[in-house]
Each structure stands twice: as C-alpha cells, then as structure tokens.
C-alpha cells in the first residue's frame, strides 16, 4: 500500500508507463497511463486513486502545510499565449 511521504518507494502502474516516487520530501508522477474498458485498467486506477488519495489526505494533516515550498517560485499557474500561433 502507497503512504505518500513515508519512505522511497515507487509505485509502478502497467509496468512502468506511470509511476509514482515517493520520498520524505515530495510525491513525483511521471508518465503515461492509458485506461481502457478492461479489469488491467481497473487495477491501475484503483492503485492510483489510492495513491492520491494518500498524498491528499497526508497534506489535508500537515496543519502548518506552507503555500509553496522553499525550492519552488512562489508564481502562481497561468496560461500564456502560444507563440507559434498568430
């Protein structure tokens, strides 16, 4: 079972085509996941699911959780234009 923030562990969905690294300091998501209408997929978004609802509710517990870490600009998310595109 995934416990986010607990150790260095990684969980692997589908072999290896998303993953999920964990640390005592950040939860790192990197890939790609195709779900399909099968039981294999079913697995995997249960296992996933399970993970974030971890990383959720381990920050919903952190009482003093900053507004962003002290390695990340504190800008926040925005779109910008494409510039490629008149």
């Given at each position: 079972m ?9 969980l ?13 300091a950040?939860?790192?998501i990197?890939?790609?996941l195709?779900l ?7 697995k ?6 399970q993970?974030l609802?971890?990383?959720i ?11 962003h ?18």
């Open positions: 995934f416990k986010a923030y607990s150790n260095d562990d990684v692997n969905l589908q072999g290896d085509a998303l993953t999920v690294s964990n640390s005592a950040q939860v790192e990197a890939g790609t195709a399909k209408r099968d039981k294999r997929s079913l995997a978004a249960l296992a996933l699911h993970a609802g971890s990383v509710a381990a920050l919903q517990a952190q009482a003093d959780l900053p507004e870490s002290a390695d990340e600009p504190p800008a926040a998310p925005h779109v910008i234009d494409n510039p490629f595109q008149r």
